[in-house]
């Protein structure tokens, strides 16, 4: 592990490739801010919406799934999306789930 450019540990890609996002099963989304319909505020480095962009082109792909962790208290009445934000496919709190409509 080593730290990235904002101290986060990560690994260290030593002789193996990475996997690309369209390969995994599920993602786990630590999130800033959620709303109901599982639209997600971030830290702002649009990096989630970035690397996951290709799925706006290929809506019918099932993977990865794209699950985010929070406390209920994140949860605000309404994000109102932009058009390069891609949307959880679930919220899960220690209260409930929250899934989209």
């Not at 690994?11 to 319909?37: N, S, T």
């Not at 505020?41 to 919406?49: P, V």
């Amino acid at each position: 592990m080593r730290p990235n450019c904002f101290g986060i540990p990560e690994p260290i890609a030593c002789g193996r490739q990475l996997k690309l996002p369209w390969h995994l099963d599920l993602l786990l989304m630590p999130l800033v801010g959620f709303d109901a319909d599982c639209h997600r505020l971030g830290m702002g480095g649009g990096f989630y919406d970035r690397t996951l962009a290709y799925l706006r082109l290929h809506q019918s792909w099932q993977r990865p799934r794209l699950i985010g962790l929070a406390h209920n208290c994140q949860r605000i009445d309404r994000i109102e999306p932009r058009p390069w934000d891609i949307p959880l496919e679930s919220v899960i709190t220690e209260c409930r789930i929250y899934a989209q409509p």
